[in-house]
C-alpha cells in the first residue's frame, strides 16, 4: 500500500516541489493552500501524471476548523498520515515599531500556529500505527535572527523550539520531529530583492548561489528516508551561509 504524505502551503515554491518528490517517489500526496485553488489544482493535474494520488484543501489551516476538516478529509479518503510536511508560511519585512498588531497575529497563525494544528491532528494518526515522520520548514532566521524581520524570525525560532521538545515527547512512539532551516530559496518570497541585492547576498554564500526549492525537497525526503534515531535536529540548509 502506498504511504501518504501532507504537505501544507503547496501551491508553489518549496511546497510545490516537495509535493512533486514525493509523488514521484510512489506516495499518495495530499496538498493545502490559503488562496490559490488554481494553482493548487495545477499542482494535482501534475501529480496525478506522474501517476500517483492527490487530494486538495483550500483554506487557512491557522485556523482550527480548517485544519480539522482537512485531515477529515485525509482520514477518510486515505485513512493514514506517514509524513507530515508543515511548510505553510508568510513573511513580514519592516521595522517592528511599524507592524500592527492585526500583521503580528497573521503572521504567528499563518507560521506558527499552523504547525501546532497540523501536528495536533496528525499525531493520533501516527500513533495508531506507531510510527510516523513529522518535518517542519524553518529558517535560518529561527536560529539567529533577522533585522527588519523580527516576527518572521520569531515563528521560525518557535518551530525550532517546538521541533526539539515535540521530537522528545514522540520518540517512545516511533515519531521522528525534525526540521529544515532554509538559507535563502529561489521563492516568490524573496521576490522583494532587486538583482543588486541578490547578487550581495550570493557573494556571503559559500556555495555561490542561492537554493532551489528542489534542493529543499531533496533534502526533506532524504530526512523522511533516514534512520529513524534522527531526531529534533534542526539541520541547516544555507550553502554555508550562516
Known sequence: MSKTVIVTGASRGIGHAISLYYAKKGFNVCVCCHKNADMLDSLKDEIENIGADCMTYVGNIGIFENAAEFFSLIKERFGKADILINNAGISYIGLLQDMTPSDWNNIITSNLTSVFNCCKLAIPIMLGSHEGKIINISSVWGCVGASTEVAYSATKGGINAFTKALAK??????????????????????????????????????????????????????????????????????????
Not at 173 to 201: R, Y
Not at 215 to 227: L, Q, R
Open 169 to 242: 515527547e514522540l520518540a517512545p512512539s516511533n515519531i521522528q520531529v525534525n526540521a529544515v532551516a532554509c538559507g535563502i530559496i529561489n521563492t516568490d518570497m524573496n521576490s522583494f530583492l532587486d538583482a543588486d541585492e541578490l547578487a550581495a547576498v550570493i557573494d556571503e554564500v559559500p556555495a555561490g548561489r542561492i537554493g532551489t526549492p528542489e534542493d529543499v525537497a531533496k533534502a526533506v525526503y532524504d530526512i523522511s528516508a533516514t534512520s529513524s534515531y534522527m531526531t529534533g535536529q534542526i539541520i541547516r540548509l544555507d550553502g554555508g551561509w550562516i
